[in-house]
């Protein structure tokens, strides 16, 4: 059957799409393939890796588009281009309009890098969600993967994993074991199960 196609957006490193990536080599990801990298910054490490992998990369850089409207249009053509049928938010630092979230129902995911709803929404992204959840005096974190409508990490969760926080953590050690322990380990489960579910319903459709 053919795999679902998905297209990964990224706005940094890339650890994220490196675990989807080794995901798809190892078979944890299997009825989906990366068909598209896309970045809304260039020069970032996530294109590299893609491209030494021989995947497409793409960069919409939202700084030269004029509009919100206009980026998210520009998207819009590449996944048509490129008949995409799952988007994958792996550490995409740009929050999507309702404009853009409405025309892909259940077909945009999106890994956060804490227990939704704690420390999540507008505001809420990178090293700051770490920071967030020390100052808070948590005892556990860890990560969520969910479906992304019109609100800010408001949508269906799909898996969580929670990660302990060890005395004397920093949000960069804390960050570290929460990719470690559930980032990359939530995120290719997550997307296999929905480009399962994908491939599903373009059968009994
Ligand atoms: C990850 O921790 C991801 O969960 C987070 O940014 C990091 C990106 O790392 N995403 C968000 O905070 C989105 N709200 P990566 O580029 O190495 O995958």
Redesign the pocket.
């Known amino acids: 059957m053919l795999k679902t196609r998905i297209a990964v957006l990224?706005?940094?490193?890339?650890?994220?799409?490196q675990a989807l990536i080794d995901a798809q080599e190892n078979g944890v990801l299997k009825s989906g393939e990366i068909a598209l990298v896309v970045s809304n910054k260039p020069d970032v490490y996530?294109i590299e890796r893609a491209k030494s992998y021989g995947i497409l990369t793409e960069v919409a850089d939202n700084k030269v588009c004029p509009t919100q409207h206009d980026f998210e249009e520009h998207l819009k053509v590449l996944f048509k281009q490129h008949d995409i049928e799952l988007i994958v938010?792996?550490?995409?630092?740009k929050i999507l309009s309702e404009n853009f979230t409405r025309d892909y129902p259940k077909r945009i995911i999106?890994?956060?890098?804490a227990l939704i709803p704690s420390f999540s929404g507008k505001g809420?992204?990178?090293l700051r969600?770490h920071k967030a959840a020390l100052e808070y005096g948590v005892k556990l974190t860890g990560?969520t993967v969910h479906f992304v409508n019109e609100i800010p990490?408001g949508g269906e969760i799909i898996l969580q994993k929670s990660v302990p926080v060890r005395k004397g953590d920093t949000p960069e050690t804390l960050?570290k074991r929460?990719?470690e322990q559930a980032?990359w380990k939530i995120l290719p489960k997550a997307c296999e199960m929905v480009s399962k579910e994908i491939q599903k319903r373009r059968k009994t459709s």
């Open positions: 990224v706005s940094g490193s890339g650890t994220n799409l996530a938010l792996a550490g995409f630092m999106n890994v956060h890098p809420f992204y990178g969600v990560a990490d960050q929460v990719m980032e």
